[in-house]
């Protein structure tokens, strides 16, 4: 049985983290996320074809990366190598195989993807990386990952394209990508030293890009939390579609 942990964090602002935060130009017009619309999940007849030939959208090279244990994923696909827009779908193995969710939009890094990201790149990490740890500004919603809530969650100013930034970190899932899984996603840890950057989440979208972050509204938001389960060890597969597809590394 998972014991849910709710801890307070006294920790720095998410806003000196490298993952997410404002600055710059965007070079696409900003996509609002604020009332959903996601594209339905597939039919019966499509869903069965997709569990016997895998996770669709995903090429050998990736598929192999996805642990033989993980029971959830969710795949950001982005839009290209260099666009800030990309979606988001959660996938669920069952006895039958893969399961596919509905598609949601979402955004990343305002300069795309990169494959050795570093500190203020505004690029998104390319990779499969696990989750381990939410958390938020907000009460928890019902997470079944272990969920730290935080004023420190604080999210002030404006992102690239002038929006508001308030409220997109109500809901984080940390992303395990240069930090250390079982903390909060605000611990500044960094296994792979501090110039490869951190603090790349999950998180409430803003209407623009991110600094490396995926954002997503606000309810896809919950729904991640109260679906993710570490019982079932989800991963976060992340980049450009062509990435995605690959069949080398």
């Not at 597939?42 to 669709?56: F, K, L």
């Not at 250390?180 to 500044?188: A, N």
């Not at 509204?217 to 019982?231: G, I, Q, S, Y």
Request: glycine share 14%.
């Amino acid at each position: 049985m998972i014991h849910r942990r709710t801890a307070v964090a006294v920790l720095a602002s998410p806003l000196l983290l490298t993952g997410c935060g404002g600055g710059a130009e965007a070079t696409e017009r900003r996509t609002s996320l604020t009332d959903p619309a996601p594209t339905a999940a597939p039919t019966p007849a499509v869903q069965a074809e997709q569990a016997r030939q895998g996770i669709p959208g995903l090429g050998p090279a990736r598929s192999a990366a996805v642990p033989d244990r993980c029971e959830q994923a969710v795949v950001v696909t982005g839009r290209g190598k260099d666009s800030p827009l990309c979606t988001v779908v959660l996938h669920q193995r069952t006895a039958a195989g893969w399961q596919s969710g509905p598609v949601w939009p979402g955004h990343n890094a305002l300069r795309g993807w990169s494959a050795h990201h570093v500190l203020g790149d505004l690029r998104s990490p390319l990779g499969v990386y696990t989750l381990s740890d939410a958390g938020g500004l907000l009460a928890d919603p019902g997470s079944k990952l272990p969920y730290h809530r935080s004023g420190g969650f604080h999210s002030p100013g404006t992102g690239f394209e002038g929006e508001p930034l308030e409220g997109c970190f109500d809901y984080v899932i940390a992303i395990d990508y240069n930090r250390e899984p079982g903390t909060s996603p605000l611990d500044w840890t960094r296994p792979l030293g501090p110039k490869r950057g951190g603090g790349v989440w999950l998180h409430v979208d803003h209407g623009g890009p991110t600094h490396g972050c995926v954002s997503l509204a606000k309810a896809h938001m919950r729904e991640l939390l109260r679906t993710l389960d570490p019982e079932r060890h989800p991963v976060v597969v992340m980049g450009y579609a062509d990435w995605l597809a690959a069949s080398a590394a």
